[in-house]
C-alpha cells in the first residue's frame, strides 16, 4: 500500500531518545544526493529492525510549508537497521559536520515517521523466515549449544560457533546450527587474500572503526567438520551446510581441507546442499571442489564493475575476472550459483552498474541474486573507493524490476536456498515446517 503522504523525518537528542519533526518530510540518500521518495516505496519498519543515531550528522528534509531542501536543526539524523529478507532502497539523508566520527560497519536505511509508525523504504526481497527475529529462543539457542558441546566435546569448531558465533554475537547462522535446523555455518579460514574496506573480522589499527567480531584463530582438520556436519545433513529440516561466514578470512585458501571435508561428508550422507560463500578468487580451487562435490557458491561483490571492485576488495594475487571465472565455472557443473551484491544507493542502481550487472548475469548463467544492504558508513565508502560523482542511478526498485523483466529466471532472496529449493520447488515455503 502506497503512503499518501512523506513521513516525517526523525532526529535523535543524543540520549537515546528519537523525535519526528512534522515541519519536515524525510527524504532518501542516493550516491551523494538527498532525494524525495515516492510514497510506494515505503513500509513499515519491519519486526527486528532497529534505529540508529547518526552523531555529528544533521538530517536533511522537505520543508512540509515550502517545498524546500533543508536541514533539521533539531539534535542528530536517526537512520534504520533493516532485519534480514529485507533490501533498503535509500539511505539516510544527512549533512555530516565536521569532526563527526566515521559510523560502525552498519546498513543506514532512511527512516520516517507517519500515522504512530516508523516506516522505511524498502522490500522483502525473501519470504524466508530463516533469520527473523520472532524465530529464535534464546533458551532454546542455549539449550542447544549444551547438547552439542556435550556431543562433541573435542571439536574446536562446534565450540568457536557456541562461544563466539552464538552466544556472544547472537549470529544467526550458527544459532539455527545451535537450533538444529537450515543452514549450518563452517568457519575454515583465518587468513584472507582480500583487505576489504568494510571488513568486519579484521580491521588495520590505523583505520577509524573497529571489526564488529573477531576472526577464526586455528586451522580445522577436515575430521572436525566431517564430524558435525553430516548430524547436521542427516537430519535437520531442509540443510544446508556453508563454509564460508563472516568470521573468517576466505574458504578458498583452505580448499585442500574443504575438498577433503566434501569427499569424506559425501561417503556417510547424500542429504542436503553443500555451499561456499566466498570471494570467488580461485577458479582452480572452485573446479576441484565442484568436482569433490561441492553443490552451490555465493560469491560476494560490491560491484559487476572492476573498477568499482578493485578498490573496496583491494584484492591480492587475484582479479575480477577470477571471480566471474568462478561463477562460470560452477555454472558448467550443473550447480548453483548466486552473487551476493552489497546494495548501495545510488551506486548499485546507476545506469553503468546495471550495464554491467546485466552482462555479468548473462556470461555466467547466475541462477540468484542475493540483494543485501551494504554495512558501512556511505561517506567513508565512497571516499575509500574514490567516487565523487556517482553518474545517472534510476532508483533500487526500478533496477530490480528491470533485471527480473529480462531474466525472468533469476531468483532474487537473501538467502542460500536449500536443496528442495534448488531442484525445482523454489517457492515451497520451507520455514514453517
Given amino acids: 500500500?502506497?503512503?499518501?503522504?512523506?513521513?516525517?523525518?526523525?532526529?535523535?537528542?543524543?540520549?537515546?531518545?528519537?523525535?519526528?519533526?512534522?515541519?519536515?518530510?524525510?527524504?532518501?540518500?542516493?550516491?551523494?544526493?538527498?532525494?524525495?521518495?515516492?510514497?510506494?516505496?515505503?513500509?513499515?519498519?519491519?519486526?527486528?529492525?532497529?534505529?540508529?543515531?547518526?552523531?555529528?550528522?544533521?538530517?536533511?528534509?522537505?520543508?512540509?510549508?515550502?517545498g524546500e531542501m533543508r536541514l533539521c536543526e533539531k539534535g542528530w539524523a536517526v537512520a534504520a537497521f533493516i532485519p534480514p529478507a529485507h533490501t533498503g532502497f535509500y539511505l539516510a539523508a544527512y549533512e555530516t559536520l565536521k569532526d563527526a566520527p566515521v559510523?560502525?560497519?552498519?546498513?543506514?536505511?532512511?527512516?520516517?515517521?507517519?500515522?504512530?509508525?516508523?516506516?522505511?523504504?524498502?522490500?522483502?526481497?525473501?519470504?524466508?523466515?530463516?533469520?527473523?527475529?520472532?524465530?529464535?529462543?534464546?533458551?532454546?539457542?542455549?539449550?542447544?549449544?549444551?547438547?552439542?558441546?556435550?556431543?562433541?566435546?573435542s571439536n574446536r569448531l562446534v565450540k568457536h560457533l557456541a562461544n563466539n558465533c552464538a552466544l556472544t554475537y547472537h549470529c544467526p547462522a550458527a544459532r539455527n546450527y545451535f537450533l538444529q535446523r537450515w543452514e549450518c555455518p563452517i568457519p575454515v579460514s583465518p587468513a584472507c587474500n582480500a583487505n576489504c574496506v568494510g571488513c568486519i573480522s579484521l580491521q588495520p589499527d590505523e583505520e577509524p572503526i573497529v571489526s564488529t567480531q573477531d576472526r577464526l584463530t586455528f586451522l580445522p582438520a577436515p575430521e572436525e567438520i566431517v564430524e558435525y556436519t553430516v548430524p547436521h545433513l542427516e537430519s535437520a529440516p531442509f540443510p544446508v551446510i556453508s563454509f564460508g561466514q563472516g568470521c573468517e578470512g576466505e574458504p578458498l585458501l583452505m580448499w585442500e581441507t574443504i575438498r577433503d571435508a566434501i569427499i569424506e561428508i559425501r561417503k556417510h550422507t547424500s542429504k542436503g546442499s553443500i555451499n561456499i560463500n566466498t570471494n570467488g578468487s580461485k577458479p582452480n580451487a572452485v573446479k576441484i571442489l565442484c568436482e569433490a562435490g561441492l553443490d552451490s557458491i555465493r560469491v560476494s561483490t560490491n560491484s559487476a564493475r572492476r573498477e568499482i571492485y578493485t578498490p573496496y576488495y583491494r584484492p591480492n594475487n587475484y582479479e575480477f575476472e577470477d571471480i566471474v571465472e568462478s561463477l562460470k565455472v560452477v555454472n558448467s557443473y550443473g550447480g548453483w550459483t548466486s552473487i551476493n551484491y552489497f546494495v548501495f544507493p545510488g551506486m548499485t542502481d546507476s545506469i553503468a552498474e546495471y550495464e554491467a550487472l546485466r552482462k555479468l548475469i548473462s556470461e555466467t548463467g547466475l541462477k540468484m541474486i542475493q540483494w543485501r544492504n551494504f554495512n558501512i558508513d556511505p561517506d567513508w565508502y565512497l571516499g575509500k573507493i574514490g567516487v565523487a560523482e556517482t553518474g545517472e542511478c534510476m532508483g533500487v526498485k526500478q533496477l530490480m524490476q528491470l533485471v527480473r523483466e529480462e531474466f525472468p529466471e533469476l531468483k532474487f532472496g537473501y538467502f542460500n536456498p536449500p536443496m528442495e529449493r534448488i531442484k525445482g520447488r523454489y517457492d515451497l515455503d520451507f520455514a514453517h515446517h
Fill in 103 to 153: 559510523l560502525p560497519l552498519f546498513c543506514y536505511t532512511a527512516a520516517g515517521w507517519y500515522n504512530d509508525k516508523f516506516f522505511v523504504p524498502a522490500v522483502r526481497i525473501e519470504q524466508d523466515i530463516r533469520q527473523d527475529c520472532e524465530g529464535y529462543d534464546q533458551q532454546k539457542v542455549e539449550w542447544g549449544v549444551q547438547q552439542l558441546i556435550k556431543a562433541y566435546p
Fill in 1 to 66: 500500500m502506497a503512503l499518501k503522504q512523506s513521513p516525517y523525518i526523525l532526529y535523535s537528542d543524543g540520549a537515546g531518545n528519537i523525535f519526528e519533526d512534522t515541519s519536515l518530510y524525510v527524504t532518501g540518500r542516493s550516491g551523494w544526493d538527498a532525494v524525495q521518495v515516492s510514497g510506494e516505496e515505503w513500509i513499515e519498519l519491519p519486526n527486528g529492525g532497529q534505529l540508529y543515531e547518526l552523531p555529528g550528522r544533521r538530517g536533511i528534509g522537505i520543508d512540509v510549508r515550502t
